[in-house]
């Protein structure tokens, strides 16, 4: 058995088909983000402006976080001393916790590692606690969302996205005595559209399911206090069980899940990626603390969030260049071709300064890759112009077909 002419051969097939990942060198400037230096192919560090980041809203940048992360090294030191149940249930997890449920308006919550973490974890647990359940899944669903259900281990049925009426059609086909858990995301990161979270909630109610919502998108961003769209739309306290990160709005890492006291409890207890899992660095908590403090208090930068979104958005739409539809704040330019995506990308890189990641399969279907824009509030109307400037004339480049 050849193991390297297999593990070549992978890696050889994903060059051939213009997907293989090039993660870039970069170091995020602290107080002038989305400023950064990069050090991929040239000699030291070149300034360029970041146009992809999750941390949407600039939190991992904030003052107030920044301190917080200081104050708790130096009060209790760097790691967290294993899992929770050993030696890592810090007073900043237990604060935390307290803060996220009533984020959500929830009677408990539970930190994890990772939103990805979170949702296996979760998904996975909630399929063997419950006899005979079955799984009721959007399409677009998040990959950590699939792999908890998979191992699960329990019944999965696939709705077509956002379709409710497909999704009450497998529901009316179901066993009405059987456990039914109705998985799906507020914010779909890739396509920027948003579920119809009233519409489903309706049919969780109307055929006895629980629900699962992935807000790892919307958490920071939406609701008068940054709980998610469920806040925003007044049905949170409708939704079984949210989930969200604190890695991507609130700026520096880890996930969650809000429930009830007993559904909370139950994770807590049987989940193996909650128990067996070294819990979260205080420090990291400690960010993410003052992170969610501070978001729940001011707006000023969720709405100056939407409003570089709309902008950007505008800019782009009157240039010709193809965006696609979104409802959200995040501004996908359709390409369509993976060896195209990553060269514009390489070219806005190296002759511009401006760094956007592709997006190829599997994270989007072939065909519809794309170049993935997340416009934030420190992103200037000035930045904004050149960064137009460059895709028209890139696009041109490349011979890529500009919006009727």
Known sequence: ????????????????????????????NRGAYPNARCFAGHNGPKPIIVWCSNDYL????????????????????????????????????????AELADLHGKEASLLFTSG??????????????????????????????????????????????????????????APAEAPKVIAFESVY??????????????????????????????????GARGGGVAERDGVAHRVSIIEGTLGKAFGVMGGYIAASRAIVDCIRSY???????????????AGALASVRHLKVSSAE???????AARL?????????????????????????PVKAKRMSDILLAEYGFYVQPINYPTVPRGTERLRFTPGP???????????????????????????
């Not at 909630?201 to 790892?216: G, I, K, Q, S, W």
């Not at 969720?302 to 570089?308: D, I, M, V």
């Not at 739409?317 to 501004?331: C, D, K, Y």
């Open 271 to 285: 989940a193996p990626g909650f128990i067996f899992t070294t819990s979260l660095a205080p420090v990291l908590v």
């Open 313 to 337: 958005r505008q800019r782009m739409i009157a240039a010709g260049l193809p965006v696609m539809p979104a409802e959200s704040h995040i501004v996908p330019l359709m390409v369509g071709c």
């Open 302 to 308: 969720r709405e100056a969030l939407h409003q570089s």
């Open 116 to 173: 990805y973490v979170a949702n296996e974890a979760t998904l996975a647990t909630l399929g063997r606690l419950l006899p005979g359940a079955i799984v009721f899944s959007d399409s677009l669903n998040h990959a950590s969302m699939i792999a908890g259900i998979r191992h699960a281990g329990c019944e999965k049925r696939i709705f077509r996205h956002n379709d409710v009426a497909h999704l009450e059609a497998l529901l009316a086909e």
């Open 58 to 97: 600039a939190m991992g940048q904030h003052p107030a976080v920044i301190a917080a992360m200081e104050e708790a090294l130096h009060d209790v030191g760097a790691g967290s001393g294993g899992t929770r149940n050993i030696g890592g249930n810090t007073h900043y997890h237990v604060a935390l916790e």
């Open 189 to 222: 990161s890739m396509d920027a559209d948003i579920a119809p979270i009233a519409a489903i909630c309706d049919l969780a109610e109307r055929y006895n399911a629980l629900t699962y919502l992935d807000e790892v998108h919307a958490v920071g961003m939406y």
């Open 378 to 404: 420190a992103h200037t109307e000035a930045m904004m112009d050149d960064l137009v400037r460059a895709l028209v004339e890139v696009s041109d480049r490349l011979m890529l077909p500009l919006a009727a």
């Open 1 to 28: 058995m050849d193991y390297h002419a297999i593990f070549a051969g992978a890696i050889d097939r994903l060059h051939g088909e213009g997907r293989y990942r090039v993660f870039i060198d970069i170091l995020r």
